[in-house]
């Protein structure tokens, strides 16, 4: 990591809701590598070749592309630890900062800043909750003490509630017991601006948001250190040509996260309801929202709660075709998102 810039890890890729494996889930990844395995199972003598074959396989066979909602983890070069959304995958990032927290280590581990070494930058897309409902579960923010942290929030300002009335309220009496109020890390707020894109700065990481179509409406960000960048573009929608706005935010981005939770079938109507003002985008807008801005590599994201892993393998091969036919001048790289993927730049 001596080189990186930035660090960006997910821990929640889902959309809606939290989608768990099920037993039939799990039951048919085992047939699946039992039928493939057939052939060569007389050559597979010891648990070193067993483990080295099953590496070859597809994620949809020996793993799952995970079923928390949007959460992420971004590590800049110099700036406090920044997260995007705090969907369930907010539980397990937050135990994963433990360690570093008993161990006095600053959560961004590339930066050296003591006097931010306890900060969380928490930078919320929007307010529907499978992008709210991990952080009561986000154990770092019980901590007391010198292990006690400080959390800044950033979200929409709105004249109907405030950012902080609409965290504490997913807490309030009955859905929780443990109200806002009570949880002891330090709170700060920061209500953004609508409508006109603006720049923030969290250490040495320079952070634009720009709205986006989605009911409620939606902020896409853009974080960017040392020449590198990563822009998150979760819940849009994009109908008859790329977005100007987020294309002009994602110029030139390393990553592109992009909301691509129907194909474009279910998205018109030829199978299933149409999701036309749903506020869902397909892997074909976000090939040529990621083509026009010039992007490095896409990340598709947001997946629908009743995809399952294979039907996201064929989403991705069906965009890496798509982009083919694109006949773009500059190559894309297309990655499906997964819980616990890693991406240094």
Wanted: aromatic fraction near 10%; glycine fraction near 8%.
């Amino acid at each position: 990591m001596a080189n990186t810039k930035m660090k960006i890890k997910y821990w929640g890729v889902r959309g809606s809701i939290p989608a768990p494996l099920t037993d039939k889930d799990v039951f048919d990844k085992i047939v699946a590598v039992v039928k493939d395995i057939r052939g060569d199972i007389q050559h597979l003598v010891s648990e070193e070749l067993i483990r080295e074959y099953l590496t070859t396989l597809p994620r949809c066979m020996i793993g799952t592309y995970g079923g928390n909602t949007t959460c992420i983890e971004v590590q800049a070069k110099d700036s406090p630890l920044i997260m995007l959304d705090a969907g369930s995958g907010a539980r397990e990032m937050g135990n994963s900062l433990l360690p570093r927290i008993f161990s006095g280590q600053n959560l961004n581990q590339l930066s050296k800043d003591d006097a931010a070494k306890r900060e969380v930058h928490l930078l919320l897309s929007h307010y529907h909750w499978d992008h709210l409902q991990g952080f009561p579960f986000f154990v770092p923010a019980f901590l007391t003490g010198q292990n006690k942290v400080t959390v800044n929030f950033y979200g929409k300002k709105d004249t109907r509630q405030r950012l902080s009335e609409v965290l504490s309220g997913q807490q309030q009496y009955p859905n929780f017991p443990v109200e806002w109020e009570d949880m002891p890390c330090d709170k700060v707020y920061h209500e953004l601006s609508r409508l006109e894109s603006r720049t923030l700065q969290i250490g040495s990481a320079k952070v634009t948001y720009q709205e986006l179509n989605h009911p409620d409406e939606v902020f896409a960000y853009r974080i960017e250190t040392n020449g590198k960048s990563f822009v998150l573009a979760t819940d849009t929608e994009h109908r008859d040509h790329p977005d100007p706005r987020l294309v002009k935010l994602a110029k030139g981005a390393d990553i592109l996260y992009y909301d691509a939770q129907y194909t474009p079938d279910e998205y018109k109507g030829k199978k299933g309801m149409p999701k036309i003002d749903w506020g869902h985008s397909t892997y074909e807008w976000g090939v040529k929202n990621a083509i026009a801005a010039g992007v490095k590599t896409l990340v598709l994201g947001h997946h629908d709660p009743g995809r399952s892993d294979e039907g996201l393998e064929e989403i991705l091969m069906s965009a890496k075709r798509f982009c083919d036919e694109q006949h773009s001048p500059n190559s894309l790289d297309i990655v499906m998102g997964y819980d616990g993927l890693e991406q240094y730049i």
